[in-house]
């Protein structure tokens, strides 16, 4: 069965201060790995995902994500935080359900507050 | 090309009474999913279609049933609200269920019930 831990309910960061966004995952075959983001009011848009071609990933908006095995780790980050950030991020991970479906479970979501 | 819509964007309902929250994709998607999002909790999926004429069920799928209409259209229904069924409901689509497709949501309806 697959699973995702998002460490940390809430991130408060500065303008312009790096990101990290925590996910660790489970899974019982190597997975796909997504960021997904949420801004208020709206539907999900993915922001970047990992289908086991390159380890690290670069996304939209200057994100970022590196696929560790050893870990079962896929964090996101940042180096410089803009205002425009602050949204709410949810790691997915999905595999192989037994009957060739592959269907994401999120995690429970990270918020990021950006300080002026 | 809209992507996926839904329809309400905001309901209140009595508990007992029933409703149905429509959603819709011009992508030509082959799997649409419905989610709903509780505070903390993130997305759980109630019930998916991977492909048009199948339905399956999701973590939370009591309470709940779905029509895939057509390959656009994937109705949610709740036969008897319940205060517990207070949520946002999102809709999503895909091309696909194998590994890797991206899911693209709808904007969510926001569901009351008193």
């Known amino acids: 069965a697959q699973s995702v831990t998002q460490l940390g309910s809430h991130v408060s960061v500065s303008e312009g201060a790096l990101v990290l966004l925590r996910c660790n995952y489970s899974?019982?075959?190597?997975?796909?790995l997504f960021w997904y983001v949420q801004y208020p009011n709206q539907g999900l848009q993915l922001l970047l995902k990992?289908?086991?071609?390159?380890?690290l990933v670069k996304g939209i908006n200057g994100f970022e994500a590196e696929f560790k095995k050893s870990e079962t780790s896929f964090h996101l980050t940042k180096p410089s935080a803009h205002m425009s950030d602050a949204a709410e991020y949810f790691c997915?991970?999905?595999?192989?359900?037994?009957?060739?479906?592959?269907?994401?479970?999120f995690g429970r979501g990270t918020s990021l507050i950006v300080h002026p | 090309n809209a992507g996926v819509t839904q329809t309400p964007k905001f309901q209140v309902l009595k508990t007992g009474q029933s409703m149905t929250l429509q959603c819709a994709q011009d992508?030509?998607?082959?799997?649409m999913y419905w989610y709903r999002q509780d505070p903390g909790m993130g997305l759980r999926l109630i019930y998916y279609?991977?492909?048009?004429?199948?339905?399956d069920k999701g973590e939370v799928p009591n309470g709940y049933n779905v029509s895939r209409l057509n390959k656009r259209e994937f109705s949610l229904r709740l036969e008897s609200a319940a205060p517990s069924q207070t949520s946002v409901y999102f809709c999503?689509?895909?091309?696909?269920?194998?590994?890797?497709?991206?899911?693209?949501f709808g904007p969510g309806t926001r569901l009351t019930v008193l």
């Open positions: 899974s019982s075959v190597p997975p796909y």
């Open positions: 992508m030509n998607h082959n799997s």
């Open positions: 999503a689509s895909s091309a696909g269920t194998s590994g890797g497709n991206t899911q693209y």
């Open positions: 997915a991970v999905s595999d192989d359900l037994g009957r060739g479906s592959y269907i994401p479970t």
């Open positions: 279609s991977a492909s048009e004429g199948t339905t």
């Open positions: 990992y289908t086991s071609a390159a380890t």
